[in-house]
């Protein structure tokens, strides 16, 4: 490349931005003109889909007072690291007592309701599944092979598998959910 064509491209003319390549700039322009392409495209393709074909989800809501006894302290102990699920830079997080805490409590602290709700909330979440709660990501993503591998931040298993007794009490609380379900 010679120092005439160099000239041409840079600098930019007053009337472009100083801190962009004119040929980066022109890039921007293709890459936001295929954005909007694949947006119409998205668009044309959910708004073909048939309201029948749609699968309504149901939040489960198993049961609040075994979770703040029984299922709480199982992941505080087993997930609400930071480097795990203490952290809200992950989609579900767990907070409380010797861990990263919510509004500012002193570590020693007993877990305030809004901790407990909170995690109930987020839990209940994970147990959302089209298919059916065996499969949903709270069941699923903590064991081995699965999600994250069952694996903790130092390569050992979280649980050791369906048998692993804290898993079982998660389980058993997951399932509070679909009786409740099937009654209504």
Not at 51 to 80: G, I, K, S
Not at 97 to 102: D, N, S, T
Not at 115 to 135: K, P, T, V
Request: glycine residues 10%.
């Amino acid at each position: 490349m010679n120092s005439s064509s160099r000239a041409r491209l840079w600098p930019p003319s007053r009337t472009e931005d100083p801190g962009i390549h004119p040929r980066w700039a022109r890039q921007g322009r293709r890459h936001r003109h295929l954005a909007g392409c694949k947006a119409t495209l998205l668009g044309l393709l959910l708004s073909s889909c048939d309201a029948a074909e749609t699968v309504p989800a149901h939040l489960p809501a198993p049961d609040l007072m075994m979770f703040r006894q029984m299922v709480y302290p199982v992941l505080l102990r087993d997930c609400a690291f930071v480097e795990c699920h203490g952290s809200a830079d992950r989609l579900y997080q767990v907070y409380g007592p010797g861990r990263v805490r919510l509004g500012g409590l002193d570590n020693y602290d007993a877990p305030s309701d809004e901790e407990l709700q909170f995690g109930y909330n987020r839990s209940r979440a994970m147990l959302l599944h089209l298919h059916d709660l065996d499969n949903s990501p709270l069941l699923r993503k903590p064991l081995q092979g699965a999600g994250h591998g069952g694996l903790d931040g130092y390569g050992r298993n979280v649980y050791l598998g369906e048998e692993d007794p804290a898993w079982r009490i998660i389980e058993r609380w997951a399932l509070t959910s679909g009786r409740e379900s099937e009654g209504q």
